[in-house]
């Protein structure tokens, strides 16, 4: 009898999605899946056969057709087996495609739509007291010809631009033709992105702070949806990525410092704080005294004890742990405005009077 009230009483709380929502998402799951699957299948396949392009071709492969649509192909089984992200599949994939564009360009195969726009430009040079082997940086022309100048060097761009789109949906790229059409900068950021992934690997702290800032930005847009769980998780992961910058900026001394931690402390592989637990970087930047304490008109605070308190709140996301020290409870904004305040604080005495857009080590 007992057993029937627990059952009725600890019915769960939350209601889950109808079981046809369930029946789509399976489909959708499992749809997604073969596409991995068939992506990692052909990938070898796609990849011999670019390699053979490029072995067999000569200096001036660059320009073929033939190669670059190889090189998109690659790009696209690679992400489909995701092997790559999409910032790192939009610069993959359109980088050969520039580089085609320019050599046409270069090859002189847009001279007819480019002619007169370059007469304009070359005797408003001439005017300006340019010689031939000169030029004015983009915006800088003297005031009296700078209007027009910046209307031709658009009229010039605009046209390299539109060949540009052309080549991209000519090799089967019409989705990111579409992307750059409907919103260049978006283009560009995820461009940059995948070149700095594919191109800048080992840049360690300002690939930490672009991390941290990431991660403040999505904490308070979880927070604007009301899952505040996913903020505080966050802010955890955020705080970690601050803590490990302050470690890296003084390495030397952060690697002798958890050294000398006590045993359970200790990080497995000192020489390298990217893999030391969250726990040994709050222990190592106090006891180098990168974490000073906090005083307000009515209390001083720990910094350690601070960020120990955020550490459990993040370290809830575990569910047995959620499930033996705080069962039934739901995170609501007043704890996540408390790891908030925790974290805001922890930064200021982490990065003193820095910024995390600040390009210095």
């Not at 480019?114 to 000169?134: N, W």
């Not at 020489?271 to 726990?279: H, Q, S, V």
């Not at 996540?336 to 990065?351: C, G, M, N, P, Q």
Request: net charge positive.
């Amino acid at each position: 009898m007992k057993k029937n009230i627990d059952h009725y009483l600890l019915r769960p709380l939350d209601r889950r999605r109808t079981l046809m929502a369930d029946q789509k998402a399976i489909v959708s799951a499992l749809k997604r899946l073969d596409d991995r699957t068939l992506g990692n299948a052909v990938l070898p396949v796609i990849a011999k056969a670019a390699k053979g392009v490029r072995r067999n071709g000569s200096q001036g492969s660059l320009k073929d057709p033939a190669y670059i649509k190889k090189q998109v192909v690659l790009s696209e089984a690679l992400y489909l087996s995701r092997r790559i992200s999409r910032s790192e599949y939009v610069y993959f994939a359109s980088s050969p495609v520039e580089t085609i564009n320019e050599e046409r360009w270069l090859d002189g195969q847009f001279n007819d739509e480019l002619h007169e726009i370059k007469q304009e430009i070359e005797a408003i040079d001439k005017e300006s007291g340019l010689l031939p082997d000169q030029y004015w940086p983009r915006g800088q022309a003297p005031d009296e010809f700078r209007g027009r100048y910046n209307a031709l060097e658009g009229q010039y761009s605009a046209v390299i631009e539109r060949h540009f789109m052309a080549a991209l949906r000519e090799f089967g790229l019409d989705e990111l033709a579409n992307l750059r059409e409907r919103s260049p900068d978006e283009f560009d950021r995820l461009r940059e992105r995948g070149r700095r992934s594919l191109h800048h690997k080992g840049e360690d702290i300002p690939a930490l702070k672009d991390i941290v800032v990431r991660h403040e930005e999505e904490a308070s847009r979880a927070a604007s949806a009301k899952a505040y769980t996913a903020g505080i998780i966050l802010l955890g992961a955020g705080l970690e990525g601050l803590l490990l910058i302050r470690c890296l900026r003084s390495k030397k001394k952060a690697i002798r410092t958890a050294s000398a931690l006590p045993k359970k402390l200790r990080p497995q592989f000192p020489g390298d704080p990217t893999k030391w637990r969250l726990e040994t970087l709050i222990t190592t930047c106090l006891s180098a005294g990168w974490l000073p304490r906090v005083s307000t008109e009515y209390a001083q605070y720990a910094p350690a004890a601070l960020a120990d308190v955020l550490r459990y709140m993040r370290n809830l996301v575990h569910p047995g742990r959620c499930a033996r020290e705080n069962p039934w409870s739901e995170t609501d904004e007043r704890d996540y405005r408390d790891a908030e305040a925790i974290y805001v604080t922890l930064r200021s005495k982490l990065l003193g009077r820095r910024s995390l857009t600040d390009t210095a080590p």
